[in-house]
């Protein structure tokens, strides 16, 4: 059974270039999760999406970033323009929202911004 | 707004030693309660979780943790722990109604040394 997908796994790009994040949940699961892993702030929710719907997005730094989830089983984060402070590690996690739920998440995408 | 602490940044123990991290959250309500161990260069595993019932859970690995209400705890325990354990710990908190985004901790880093 495939987990959460995400591609790239690795991306290094230079400041002011734009950067999309992909990512497939899993099948059946009908809530998606970005989550950013830096060293300075640990790991923190971006944005989240339920049956493809942007639910909360206070966690998204600034317009720069934004988010899709134009069907259930693909999201993307797209950063635009980049810069160097948007260097971390992005997670997507998917889960099925019937009471308690547990967020599995994917292998994230090491971002680099030189 | 919910906190997560883990008062442990850096841990190194022997193998066979018995392992405790601890994981401490601020909200009054009902919680949902998780363990995720991340391996080095691996995405977030979901080692326990706690939604109701009997406080002290198992998890995979022979992991185990205990919510203790009045001390707003849930920590992880394991009695002898292996070279494989090597990794990085994360408790996570999520509010049982309401917001649904997880609240991480700082992380714990486990050297397990042979």
């Known amino acids: 059974d495939a987990g959460v997908i995400q591609s790239p796994r690795h991306e290094v790009t230079e400041m002011g270039q734009e950067v999309t994040l992909r990512c497939k949940p899993i099948?059946?699961?009908?809530?998606l999760f970005w989550y950013r892993q830096t060293m300075m702030r640990g790991l923190e929710l971006l944005i989240y999406?339920?049956?493809?719907?942007?639910?909360?997005d206070s966690g998204m730094p600034e317009d720069r970033f934004s988010a899709k989830m134009p069907n259930a089983s693909f999201s993307t984060l797209k950063i635009q323009p980049s810069e160097p402070r948007d260097s971390a590690v992005y997670f997507c996690?998917?889960?099925?929202?019937?009471?308690?739920?547990?967020?599995?998440f994917g292998p994230g995408t090491r971002l680099l911004v030189l | 707004a919910q906190s997560v602490s883990q008062h442990n940044h850096h841990v190194i123990l022997s193998e066979a030693a018995s392992l405790e991290l601890g994981c401490n959250y601020s909200?009054?309500?009902?919680?949902?309660l998780f363990w995720y161990v991340q391996y080095p260069g691996q995405h977030l595993q979901l080692l326990l979780k706690?939604?109701?019932?009997?406080?002290l859970v198992k998890g995979i690995k022979g992991f185990e943790a205990e919510f203790i209400k009045s001390k707003f705890s849930f920590n992880l325990r394991k009695p002898s722990v292996q070279w494989s354990d090597t990794a990085e710990y994360f408790c996570?908190?999520?509010?049982?109604?309401?917001?649904?985004?997880?609240?991480f901790g700082s992380g714990t880093r486990l050297q397990v040394q042979p």
């Open positions: 996690a998917s889960s099925f929202l019937q009471g308690p739920e547990t967020q599995y």
């Open positions: 099948s059946g699961h009908n809530s």
């Open positions: 999406f339920n049956n493809n719907v942007p639910i909360d």
């Open positions: 909200y009054g309500g009902t919680v949902n």
């Open positions: 706690y939604f109701s019932g009997d406080p």
């Open positions: 996570a908190v999520n509010a049982g109604t309401g917001r649904r985004a997880l609240t």
